[in-house]
């Protein structure tokens, strides 16, 4: 499936942009690194974020007495690498593998070269940095993809239950992994889009409340589950559709629908149905061999019958009444048969 969440994107890439500095680093800075053969040490931060968008920083460091040339390889495994800092550095993507280099040469001594940086993924998976090379030297905070790990099973059996109008308890089987500290994320979506997402702390959990939820909708929950390396499973999803807010009652539904055959190729149809300010109006359905063929739309609410032509001479046909309101609630009657006089 295809998840997708442009607006959380946008609004992460905004923050890597203009205000990366004002966050907390969700790695802490390691220790200085050892120096590539060209003299540069890197350092990797990356910023709080999702698994639609992260975002991050390198700070490419010259700690000799003259200047020095660096280049950088790393490995953006479940993203989409995007280059926030291209005025200064040129990226070359091949696959999942990243070339950063300067564009204004080598490293004057003692400067450094900050590289900001987003990721954008599709929501199945962590967004990370692997495999950092600064020629021939590791880059602190970036581990080497080889360290990760294995990802967690797949959370199995994704259901739901408790379906009120703005509420469902989803629930699932554990994942297993080859390391402590599984955690789960539940990610809600409509149409595609994603709604929010509910992280659940504690290994042990394997169900969640979503709520605030529209009554009478369709939705999709996504489980993933994250170990302690980054590693996050392949997502089981689920469909649901909430029940009718309860407190909204619908319009009566038309009673006694009954049809003057006398003709051929019409007939006259009535029903009862009781009049409410919220009542908008009517639809004669009509049926031929159990398929709809027509509608008659009956806007005026207090209009208990209707002809409805152009029918042929002793032919079976069925007709139902259907009642709507201003909030969007239908009622439909039972079917009657009837056979058009030859």
Not at 156 to 185: E, F, K, M, Q
């Amino acid at each position: 499936m295809s998840l997708r969440s442009s607006t959380l994107a946008t609004a992460a890439m905004t923050a890597a942009m203009i205000g990366c500095t004002l966050l907390a680093p969700s790695v802490a800075s390691a220790a200085p690194t050892q120096e590539a053969a060209t003299g540069t040490a890197g350092q990797l931060q990356m910023w709080d974020g999702s698994q639609h968008y992260s975002s991050g920083q390198f700070v490419i460091t010259n700690p000799t007495a003259g200047a020095s040339d660096w280049e950088l390889t790393f490995s953006v495994p479940n993203g989409s690498f995007e280059n926030h800092s291209d005025w200064n550095v040129d990226a070359q993507v091949d696959g999942d593998r990243v070339t950063l280099t300067p564009k204004n040469g080598a490293l004057a001594a003692g400067m450094s070269e900050y590289v900001s940086f987003g990721i954008a993924g599709d929501g199945s998976s962590a967004l990370t940095v692997q495999g950092c090379d600064l020629g021939g030297a590791a880059v602190g905070g970036c581990s080497a993809a080889e360290d990760q790990g294995q990802a967690p099973t797949t959370p199995g059996d994704v259901h739901v239950t408790d379906v009120a109008h703005d509420r469902v308890t989803v629930n699932w089987t554990p994942s297993t992994d080859d390391g402590p500290g599984i955690l789960y994320t539940v990610t809600l979506l409509r149409d595609g889009d994603v709604i929010r997402e509910y992280p659940v702390p504690g290994a042990h959990r394997t169900s969640q409340v979503v709520d605030r939820l529209d009554p009478d909708r369709d939705y999709e929950i996504v489980v993933t589950a994250r170990d302690s390396d980054d590693n996050v499973s392949a997502a089981e999803a689920v469909s649901f559709t909430t029940a009718a807010d309860p407190s909204v009652a619908g319009p009566a539904t038309p009673a006694d629908v009954h049809v003057n055959t006398e003709q051929s190729d019409r007939v006259i149809v009535n029903w009862n149905s009781p009049v409410t300010p919220e009542l908008l109006g009517h639809q004669v359905l009509l049926f031929q061999d159990g398929e709809l063929i027509r509608a008659h739309v009956i806007g005026n609410p207090r209009q208990a019958s209707v002809i409805v032509d152009r029918l042929t001479a002793g032919t079976d046909y069925e007709v139902a009444v259907l009642a709507y309101d201003r909030s969007g609630h239908e009622t439909t009657s039972d079917r009657v048969a009837f056979t058009t006089a030859r």
